[in-house]
């Protein structure tokens, strides 16, 4: 054992080994360690870093997870980020051995196994590199391990997963129209599921938007009626920690208003059941509501044109899918749709960049391509009198069509054409040396040429036998 006096004055013992002149050794090093921290020559930063080093990865990831729980995140928003922070850190012991090559490949190994999409992998990565930059902001590391890692921003359409598709007004119709005779699903009654998907396609909320809403959530007496989602289940509230607050349509508004009546206070309006659940929910309530829009019509014909048709499938043609998370889509592609701008769209739909909402959420039919080009002005070019004169002298009782020398000479602005030009056979011209007449225009003073025959047949053979006139020179 060897015993020194500590940075507080106290003495205090180590285990130095069993050789007394080493322990000696050992306890004037750390005594001198410790007059160095008393005289505050020594940073103790270093010994945070110090200590972090020696603390389990794991101890780290937890205390990661209790910050996000702290700063107001939801409890699985919380345990998703931590678990995915583990699964790639999990070749790591300490917060030293985070490494980016580490990283991406225990990512790429995710990819193959799971059979992640690159939307997915994001997520993942995303989740890593905030996790480091975590550990540097709270003195726990000297420099962001992952700061050089890249995470992709924007996934293009082709990359994800599942590419959704905007349900049109009339699936939409008829999805509410044929629910009410399915009864109870996933614990939710038929009306609280016909209100549920009237609220996600009219404000664009997403599944864990909607259910933390409670009564207290709605704002129906004003002129304005709106609903306040909570900072804590908001998507975009968790990064600014404010609330959102969507405006309502009015007709939803009114229907609201008397579906809340004797709600309980502070209890969930909508009682939602797993989010695994809830696209389970809406997949069969799309498979119910077609088979009721298909038994709608007995002509033999029609239906099987409706069975043939991609109307309120799950999947369709194009492969997109029309999960609940597509209620969020419809409502983006029914602003755009509206009019709406693109500032107007982007605010609705609470997206950080307008290349999202319209890029990705927008969905225009080829019906909306048309009304677009509906709304063009029609505008057609206005003729001279000069172009109309023009115009009508393409008959055959015209001249032959001259062609303007490249350095023919100009007078008074109007370019000087002869009448006649002659043409030997060494120029191209006729083989017996008689000149060419060029008829139908007139020289600068103002004389016309001969007019041409009147025999149109005799016209025609001529103009076949004559052989092209060489340009640019004068007679």
Not at 136 to 160: C, F, P, Q
Request: hydrophobic share 40%; proline share 4%; with cysteine.
């Amino acid at each position: 054992m060897a015993s020194f006096r500590k940075a507080d004055g106290g003495w205090t013992s180590r285990v130095a080994g069993t050789d007394k002149g080493e322990a000696m050794r050992l306890a004037g090093f750390w005594e001198h360690e410790a007059k160095l921290r008393r005289a505050g020559l020594v940073d103790r930063k270093a010994d945070a870093y110090k200590a972090a080093d020696e603390t389990k990865l794991a101890d780290h990831i937890s205390a990661y997870e209790g910050d996000l729980l702290a700063k107001g995140r939801t409890a699985n928003h919380a345990a998703l980020t931590a678990n995915r922070v583990r699964l790639l850190l999990a070749s790591a012991v300490g917060i030293n051995d985070i490494r980016p090559a580490a990283v991406n490949s225990a990512l790429q190994k995710l990819k193959e196994s799971r059979g992640l999409s690159e939307a997915s992998a994001s997520h993942y990565m995303r989740a890593v590199k905030l996790f480091s930059r975590w550990l540097l902001k709270d003195g726990r590391m000297r420099e962001d391990a992952l700061a050089g890692v890249s995470v992709k921003t924007a996934i293009a359409k082709a990359d994800r997963k599942h590419q959704r598709r905007a349900l049109s007004r009339e699936e939409f119709a008829a999805l509410l129209r044929h629910v009410p005779s399915t009864g109870k699903r996933y614990c939710m009654a038929a009306a609280d599921r016909v209100m549920l998907y009237r609220v996600a396609a009219g404000t664009g909320l997403r599944a864990s938007e909607l259910a933390s809403l409670t009564p207290a959530s709605f704002n129906l007496a004003d002129d304005e009626p709106c609903v306040t989602v909570a900072a804590g289940y908001s998507k975009r509230g968790k990064r600014s920690g404010r609330d959102d607050v969507q405006p309502l349509p009015m007709d939803l508004a009114d229907a609201l208003a008397a579906w809340l009546a004797g709600r309980a206070k502070g209890k969930p309006v909508f009682t939602l059941p797993k989010i695994q659940h809830v696209a389970e929910m809406f997949r069969a309530d799309l498979r119910s509501a077609r088979a009721g829009w298909i038994r709608e019509t007995i002509d033999r014909k029609a239906r099987r044109e409706r069975l043939a048709s991609d109307f309120l499938v799950y999947r369709d043609a194009s492969d997109r899918v029309a999960d609940f998370h597509a209620l969020r889509h419809t409502f983006v592609s029914w602003l755009v749709a509206g009019g709406a701008s693109v500032s107007v769209c982007q605010t609705l739909a609470r997206h950080s960049t307008p290349v999202l909402t319209i890029g990705v959420y927008s969905h225009p039919t080829l019906a909306d391509h048309r009304a677009a080009l509906e709304e063009l002005p029609r505008v057609a070019p206005r003729e001279t009198e000069q172009e109309r004169a023009s115009m009508k002298k393409t008959g055959t009782d015209d001249a032959l069509p001259f062609r303007r020398a490249e350095n023919a000479p100009k007078t008074d602005g109007i370019l000087r054409l002869s009448t006649a030009q002659t043409c030997t056979s060494d120029d191209g011209g006729r083989s017996d040396g008689k000149p060419y007449e060029t008829r139908g225009f007139s020289d600068s003073s103002g004389e016309k040429g001969a007019r041409p025959r009147s025999d149109s047949n005799r016209r025609i053979t001529d103009l076949q036998s004559v052989p092209l006139v060489r340009l640019g020179t004068r007679p």
